[in-house]
């Protein structure tokens, strides 16, 4: 079978179907699936000989290469994730950091700032709101939506369990980035309470 390849600005939403185990930000057991069916990212816990072990982990796509490297800082304010290139944890392969701005059992908010050219802006570049406990999250680019979740329905009735939603990935938005900014949104549930 041809893995389907996904061009970089679709000219319409692409839905995704989301997995987790019990404990699957905690084992990295997290699985984003296409709408054929075909897993096309997971997290892997990295295997890191370091204190800094237990808050690392890696967006691989379906062949186990690592997208993005995500790492739990505590030295950030009230703690805060940041996002590295590839398997890396270098300061010039940051690509960005999430502040936690509200965090309460129904609510939390997110601001996500982007490295560019010229470094980190003073305004957050992505805000991100939502509930873990729901499974819903919006991700917002100023007053645009990129990427949403929810559970699914069929009816008015639920026809998975909480561990399986959906993620609507609007065009123009990075498919990449927007998948790793769900594992730090729902994994923030797990490291803040």
């Known amino acids: 079978m041809v893995p389907f390849d996904y061009p970089a600005n679709p000219p319409i939403p692409v839905d995704f179907t989301i997995t987790k185990g019990r404990l699957s930000l905690i ?24 204190a800094d072990a237990a808050h690392t982990k890696a967006l691989v796509d379906s062949a186990g290469n ?83 979740t929810s559970l699914m329905y069929k009816l008015g009735k639920i026809i998975y369990g909480r561990r399986k939603f959906r993620l609507t990935v609007y065009p123009g938005a990075d498919h990449v980035l927007v998948v790793a900014l769900l594992v730090v949104f729902f994994q923030t549930k797990i490291i803040m309470l």
């Open 66 to 148: 690592p997208l993005i490297t995500l790492h739990f800082d505590i030295i950030i304010l009230q703690g805060g994730w940041k996002g590295f290139r590839g398997n890396s944890l270098e300061s010039k392969d940051l690509i960005f950091r999430v502040q936690t701005t509200v965090h309460s059992r129904l609510r939390t908010e997110m601001e996500v700032f982007l490295m560019g050219e010229n470094g980190e802006g003073q305004k957050p570049d992505l805000i991100i709101k939502g509930s873990p406990y729901k499974r819903s999250c919006t991700i917002y680019m100023g007053s645009s939506i990129i990427a949403q």
């Open 27 to 50: 084992l990295g057991d997290l699985t984003v699936y296409d709408a054929r069916g075909d897993r096309v990212f997971s997290v892997d816990r990295r295997r890191l000989k370091s």
